[in-house]
């Protein structure tokens, strides 16, 4: 893709920025951000709130898939249908999120040409500072068709 992927999706999603998500990079199917270590998002054990968790891995999953569908905005909107979340470990301080698509570009383009609104999943880990895994996700997304 010749367009941010990572800049696309804070501009669509305010409550990314509100936040204070940034983008690592977002390209070839994969995405990385991070979600500053700030006491307004914190929890009740001083951590990231599980909600800002979750926006964060959705951010993730969400620039991994526009950096290779974004092409396709004009014919579809992707929306993500469903996600399941695995709270591995406490976060602590700021984290990092990367995203990858399980399934190519090929084959969800496909879909949508055969006339199938496709879905497909992102995978997301979520890492502390030393690296370690604190949350795994799965995003399922789809590109619903536009009407004409």
Not at 11 to 37: E, M, N, S, Y
Not at 56 to 70: D, K, N, T
Not at 128 to 145: E, F, K, Q, Y
Request: one cysteine or more; glycine letters at 8%.
């Amino acid at each position: 893709m010749s367009f941010d992927a990572g800049a696309l999706l804070l501009q669509t999603v305010p409550f990314a920025r509100t936040l204070g998500i940034t983008f690592d990079h977002a390209a070839d199917g994969r995405a990385a951000c991070r979600l500053p270590d700030r006491a307004d998002l914190h929890n009740h054990v001083a951590g990231p709130h599980a909600g800002a968790l979750f926006t964060l891995a959705e951010s993730a999953s969400g620039a991994a898939m526009l950096s290779v569908l974004g092409d396709q905005l004009s014919r579809a909107v992707p929306l993500a249908t469903t996600a399941t979340v695995h709270y591995r470990k406490l976060a602590m301080g700021e984290v990092v999120a990367e995203g990858r698509m399980l399934v190519s570009r090929d084959e969800v383009i496909a879909e949508l040409d055969a006339g199938r609104r496709p879905e497909f999943d992102v995978a997301v880990d979520i890492s502390n500072a030393d690296g370690v895994v604190v949350c795994s996700l799965t995003v399922t997304w789809t590109l619903r068709p536009n009407r004409t």
